[in-house]
């Protein structure tokens, strides 16, 4: 091979990641502690007696209800961050957790990672998962958490472009390992959770480790435990007073409000 097109193959390389590293530039923002001192708002940093309390990847027929029964039991409301395709795939799962009054959020389309630029697939799929949501639950999502918390600009610019908000968590429980525990999701949680954030589980194994969703749902009476134990009330985002306004107006929402609220990984993406 000449030097001349060894160069050329050297830039051919670089021009990419380049372009990759600004695509994935606003992905910083999974950095924890970064986040949620400089984009509290981004970060579900919310009103200080409260945590929001949020379900990732599904709905699941199989694990999705069991979640409900315990959320039930604690007298607990949550948002749920559910996939365009896993509504489409279970309609009835999606609507009992709207008539059970829990919040549906969008978490994409279908849970792939964005190494690439794909701006008008993000807009179109991002468009099409509100729309599932709207036409099967009645509810208008106000919220997007993209997969593995990556907001590269396109997603960016799609969920503002939809009025959506997003919105990531400052506290995780790592329960997508296949090694989680109750106790280990329960001290992971408690380790990064203060007044006013935003607690991030799953409740299917859609994308994480085979059965995991098993370690979050046992944890979750430990967890909301801790939290009013400590004077804090758990709710869904829409009671959390994220600052900022949203432009879905409440009454699209169909999800009551609390008076006075106002609506509004590691480096190796982990499973958020
Ligand atoms: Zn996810």
Redesign the pocket.
Known sequence: MSKGSRAARAACAVVPVAAALAHIGPAATWLHGPRRLLLPALAGQGRPDHVALTF??GPDPVSTPLFLDVLDGLGVRATFFVLGENVVRHPAQARELARRGHELAV?GWS?DPPWLPSPARDARELRRAVQVVRETTGRTPRWYRP?YGILTTGRWAAARRLGLRPVLWTAWGKDWRRDATPASVRATVAADLRGGGTVLLHDTDH?SAPGSWRAALAALPGLVGDCRAAGLEVGPLLDHGVAGKTRVREAESGVPTTPGAVPSRSPTPG??
Do not use: E, I, T
């Open positions: 990732d990847d978490h849970h997969p994308a499973q958020p």
